[in-house]
């Protein structure tokens, strides 16, 4: 059974960062891909970054130079460096995994203040 716990999320003013984790259960390779997705309230849960067994990444438009997606394999885990947050940030930040199968975690809420 796959399990991925994210921590980090929180409250923090514009301007400001945070830094996400997402721990899986086993190893990181066995995924193709590993990355983050977020949902705020009314809307559809949207790419956020992704970062290929190859090392490839992803960025949304709306993040890219703002925030970082990097893996550390020995402890298998995804981190997102989010900076110069913006109110428009907003929203409950899930982590997926994917093989033949996606996994998604349970989410962290991410609260950008103006």
């Known amino acids: 059974q796959v399990q991925l716990v994210e921590s980090g999320g929180g409250l923090v003013q514009a301007g400001g960062s945070l830094r996400l984790s997402c721990a899986a259960s086993?190893?990181?390779?066995?995924?193709?891909?590993m990355g983050w997705y977020r949902q705020a309230p009314g809307k559809q849960r949207e790419l956020v970054a992704i970062?290929?067994?190859?090392?490839?990444?992803r960025y949304a438009d709306a993040v890219k130079g703002r925030f970082t997606i990097s893996r550390a394999t020995a402890k298998n885990t995804v981190y997102l460096q989010m900076s110069s947050l913006k109110p428009e940030d907003t929203s409950v930040y899930y982590c997926?995994?994917?093989?033949?199968?996606?996994?998604w975690g349970q989410g962290t809420q991410v609260t950008v203040s103006s």
């Open positions: 970062i290929t067994t190859a090392g490839s990444l």
């Open positions: 086993g190893s990181i390779f066995s995924f193709n891909a």
């Open positions: 997926y995994a994917s093989n033949l199968i996606d996994y």
